[in-house]
């Protein structure tokens, strides 16, 4: 025979109420941190880093080079979370005198997401990332530099023409 506090036990146990607050707030909180997670894994891909004045449109930028006599920069890049291809954006081409020499020289600015396969990397004949090029304004390779490079050579060596050492 079960005692009266036993029975209350087992009585409890198998009751089903509604869940408490608590529980619904637990499982709330689960459920946006996982859409979170999930939302996050989806975006990040797709993030690049802004850039004033640098435009995404190759072909339209090839176009205006031609028309107008400038010479394109060009970073091309298959990941926008690559660690080489953020400091290029952060640490060279964004820094005031890299931007400046490219302005007093009238550049036109592209940074172009494209994997090795891509018509437009084949055409160029970029075989690592990220590769920056200085483009004639006929869209002919002057220069390619592929990997790291520092701000000072960005300045110096490359946007001079000066092939990669």
Known sequence: MMSDAETTTNDRSDA????SARDRLIKAGFLVVALGVVGWAVVKPHLTLPLDGWSDDLPAALSQAKAEGRRVVV????NPQNHTYKNRLRDVVSKDGNREAMDAANMLRVQARVKKDHPLAQRFGVTGFPTTLLLSPDGEVITRWVGTIGEVAFRAEFLQGQPQR
């Open 75 to 78: 970073i091309m890049y298959d």
């Open 16 to 19: 089903k109420g509604p869940p």
